[in-house]
T-cell receptor
Framework: SQTIHQWPATLVQPVGSPLSLECTVEGTSNPNLYWYRQAAGRGLQLLFYSVGIGQISSEVPQNLSASRPQDRQFILSSKKLLLSDSGFYLC?????????FGSGTQLSVL | AQSVTQPDIHITVSEGASLELRCNYSYGATPYLFWYVQSPGQGLQLLLKYFSGDTLVQGIKGFEAEFKRSQSSFNLRKPSVHWSDAAEYFCAVGATGRRALTFGSGTRLQVQP
């Protein structure tokens, strides 16, 4: 069966520090992969999606970036975190019918 | 572009009472509609989805939703709420040819004993 792993579960980082969140999917090949962010009291905002290795589409211009170095690996990065980057980050993958989410990373930028 | 509105930010119901969570969408064609549930600190779990066919959709955990094209709505219902249903619920819409979903801002459900 397909599973999605996301880590770390929680992260506290100072302003200006770099960020790397990793997501891997097992049990499927060539999945569509997504990064969403959920800010406190708000819905989910799509940040990036990828339909294949090295193919990244950005939905919202910001200081975050994403990379897909392998078929089932999706990385969210930042060179310098801002306070406004705090939130709950969710990785997801999809079939044609369903979107499956990882357990999320709670990022606090202080 | 598609959009989703969940007009109720927070709802409180008594255990055993019925529940209806509202969702309105905006999309020019027939949408793909979803309801997800998120427990505290957790990812999202799919409750049910509508693609086509019968407009009353049954999901997991006793939930159902009805697609009403004339009202652009996809409200989530449950006849009898359990304390374990307390969570945040998200409605989402997908569009033909677009791979990502657009989510509403969520409705937080609180269940009183």
């Amino acid at each position: 069966s397909q599973t999605i792993h996301q880590w770390p579960a929680t992260l506290v980082q100072p302003v200006g520090s770099p960020l790397s969140l990793e997501c891997t999917v097992e049990g499927t090949s060539n999945p569509n992969l997504y990064w969403y962010r959920q800010a406190a009291g708000r819905g989910l905002q799509l940040l990036f999606y990828s339909v294949g290795i090295g193919q990244i589409s950005s939905e919202v211009p910001q200081n975050l970036s994403a990379s897909r170095p392998q078929d089932r690996q999706f990385i969210l990065s930042s060179k310098k975190l801002l306070l406004s980057d705090s939130g709950f980050y969710l990785c997801a993958w999809s079939t044609t019918e369903k979107l499956f989410f990882g357990s999320g990373t709670q990022l606090s930028v202080l | 572009a598609q959009s989703v509105t969940q007009p109720d930010i927070h709802i409180t119901v008594s255990e055993g009472a019925s529940l209806e969570l509202r969702c309105n969408y905006s999309y020019g064609a027939t949408p793909y509609l979803f309801w997800y549930v998120q427990s505290p600190g957790q990812g999202l779990q799919l409750l049910l989805k509508y693609f086509s066919g019968d407009t009353l959709v049954q999901g997991i955990k006793g939930f159902e939703a009805e697609f009403k094209r004339s009202q652009s709505s996809f409200n989530l219902r449950k006849p009898s709420v359990h304390w374990s249903d307390a969570a945040e619920y998200f409605c989402a819409v997908g569009a033909t040819g677009r791979r990502a979903l657009t989510f509403g801002s969520g409705t937080r459900l609180q269940v009183q004993p």
